[in-house]
Structures are given as C-alpha cells and as structure tokens.
C-alpha cells in the first residue's frame, strides 16, 4: 500500500512537473532561468525541406519535430511533392528524399575542406555543410527542375535565377559575413 | 518589410514555381498550396531561423556553425535590432546518425537592441531530446557583448549581432513569375497581379533582392573534435527557435 501511494505521487509528480516549477517564486517564465521549459516554435536544416515541398499547414508539425522523425513524417509529402507538382520522376524524388531527410546539413568532418558544399556529402562522398557562397537556390531549382538528378520533364528557364554570389564579399576570417550594411 | 522576403519564405520560390508548373500542365487552380511558415513564425519575425550554414573554419580541424535570424533588417532598423531575450536559440548536432541530438549550443541574450549580452552554453549534451528544452545546467562557455568577437581563436568563438544577410536571390523576379506569392505590403507587393515573366532574367539584368539588406547571425567556430566527440565523424546539424 504505502509503495503504491509513493509511486501514485511519483506519477502525479511527473505529470504536473512542469506547473509545479511554474509556482516556483524563482521561475522566471520570460527569463532564461533553468527551470523554464522552453519550447521549439521553429527549426531548420536543410534549405529546402519544409519551405519548398512541404504544404504550408504542415509547416508547424515539421518546425515543432525532430530530424529523427523526419523520414516517417514528411518523406511521402517530400516525393509527392517532385513527382506531383514538380513533375519529375519517382527516382528524382526518391533521391532528394534520402538526401533532405533527416532535415539536418550532413557534415563528414574528415573530409578534406575543399569538398566542402551543400549536398556534397552525398554527391561527392566530400564535407558536405553549407558554404556562405553555396548558391543553394540554382542547386534546388537544378535539382527539381533541371538536369541535374535526371534528364527526363526538365524546366530550362526555370533552372537558375542568375544570381550567383552575394552582394558583398565574405570574409575569409571570422565571423566570415560581411558586416551590415 | 514583408515577411515574405525570409528565407523559409524565399523558398516559397521554388515551390511557386512547382505551382506554376501545375497550373501550365493541368488548369488553373487557386488551391496550389502555400509553402510559406506557420502564420505565428510569420508574423514574428524574431522566430524565423533564416538559413542555418555549417564550413570549414581557420583550419582543417575546424568547424564554423552559423544560424541567421529576423531578416530582411534594412540599415536604418539595424541600429537598434536585436536578438529576443525570451528566446532560446540552439544549434543541435547529432553525431550517432540516430536523427537525436548528441551535443548542444544554446544561445540566450539579456537585455535589448545594440548593447545587449550574449551567452554561449555548450557543445554539451543536452538536458532533454527534442523539442522541450530546459538550459543545460552547465556554466556558460562563453559571454560577452553582441556585435563583437568573443572567446578564443584557438578554441570556441562567437559572434552575434548584425551583418549583412549573405542568402541572394532575384527575389523580385520570381514575383512575376508567381505573382500569387507576392507579399500584401512593400514594392514588391505593388508588381503585376498576373504573371508578366515565364522566366527568370539574364545574369546582366537578375537583381539580388537582398543586397544591402541585414540579418542578426549567430557565428560559431570551434575544433570539430568537440562535435564528433563519443559518436563519429559524420554529423548532422540543425538549428531551432524555442520560447
């Protein structure tokens, strides 16, 4: 019996944790304080996944998710979304899922630093990341319109914006953006 | 400015273009889906991660992590902007494979506009997976005042303040391909209700709609060991907003 009530506390406990720390005089629900529970309103990996193929109204379930969830949640949306509206085929869109999802920059840090790029883990088995200079908009409208994954429904006038590099230089030191304008 | 000029927006580029191709290939359909953020992240620009970037740093055997927020800021706003000091900013780096984080930087400020402080925690495992976090019990690794460099070249450095927004795009360009994705407010708000370009412009006319145009940035640099280390070399990062 007395086992029992302990452990009914201990769940009634658990459960009400986090309105427990909230009566808590040294909470501070607007500060940084550790107690606080903060809560995931956005999230971003990759520069394509939830902006591009996912709809809109599924924009909040993928911000408040987790890369592990990633491929059970928003793969089939992801290839829909090439082979559906894109028009590109089922192998197209099987690539670009396995290589945005998880929604995370694959880093292969042993790699050397001049394979460095967005995708490149994949493509090239280099560092993969995101470069300040990554023209990551050609790369996905090459991707999903153009040439580059399959030769089959591309969009010629659709397959690069013609803006190619920044409008200032980066800095080849830290903290590498150029300073504000 | 219009929130439709950040980034998770600006990708909305590539999905109107999408729409657009199922508008030529099937009818005309008002329903083609919206690729923007959610209303609330779109509405407060302070919550929009704009691009999140991750390269080589000073050395081989270093690693530079940037997470960029709240652009579009035009240089008269950027005086007194600043990061939320009731949000919680992290970068998460999985080095398992397993999609869970492994090593955690959080980043939170005090104070508001130009001279506020910054302070760094981590790489360090996180308290909680996932998308409820608690501040890791750990002393900071790092604090200081934003739009400067603090820490040590040698080890962890950070950097956190205004620059200049280093995503391009002919933004405008892809307004009049999809003028159904053109922001309510702003000039570019003002471009042709219809489409009136099939195409985007040549490199000697495309125009980067961001030019001139700032951004907060959190900027990172440390030896990539203090990622990979207990998992392996190949690492997964993401970053996330909480409040």
Sequence with gaps: MHMRIRALAALALIAVGGACNDDDNDNDITGTGGDRIYVQVERLGNPLVSEVTLAKRNHGFHNAGRPSTDVANHSAELRAFVTGVAGRDQTVANTLATVLLPDMLIVQTDKPATSAGWLTWALANGYGGRKLTDDVVDAGLQAIFGPLLSPNNVSPGLSTDNVDQNDRPFSTSFPYLAAGN | ?243
């Excluded at chain 2, 992240?41 to 055997?61: C, H, K, T």
């Excluded at chain 2, 270093?62 to 939320?84: E, H, K, N, Y």
């Excluded at chain 2, 000039?187 to 907060?216: C, H, I, K, M, W």
């Design chain 2, 1 to 243: 400015m219009p929130k439709l000029l950040a980034r998770r927006h600006r990708w909305a580029l590539l999905a109107g273009i999408g729409a657009l191709t199922i508008t030529l290939a099937v009818a005309r359909s008002s329903s083609a889906s919206d690729h923007q953020d959610t209303p609330e992240v779109e509405l407060s620009q302070r919550m929009d991660i704009n691009d999140v970037y991750a390269f080589p740093g000073s050395s081989a055997d270093r690693i530079a992590l940037v997470l960029t927020t709240s652009s579009p800021i035009t240089p008269a706003q950027s005086a007194a902007a600043g990061f939320d000091p009731n949000l919680l900013y992290q970068l998460k780096v999985d080095n398992t494979g397993d999609g869970v984080e492994d090593k955690v930087f959080q980043i939170t400020f005090t104070g508001t506009g130009s001279s506020q402080q910054v302070t760094v925690r981590g790489p360090v495992a996180p308290a909680q997976t996932g998308p409820m976090n608690t501040i890791v019990p750990n002393a900071p690794t790092l604090t200081g005042t934003t739009n400067t460099t603090v820490g040590s070249a040698a080890g962890i450095q950070a950097f956190a303040g205004i620059r200049d927004d280093p995503f391009f795009l002919d933004l405008e360009q892809f307004f009049r391909i999809v003028p159904d994705r053109k922001p309510v407010s702003g000039e570019l708000s003002q471009l042709p209700d219809q489409p009136s370009a099939t195409a985007f412009r040549p490199a000697n006319q495309a125009v980067d709609y961001l030019r001139g145009l700032n951004t907060l940035a959190i900027v990172l640099e440390l030896p990539s060991a203090m990622l990979t280390d207990g998992g392996t070399r190949k690492i997964g990062i993401w970053g996330t907003i909480s409040r």
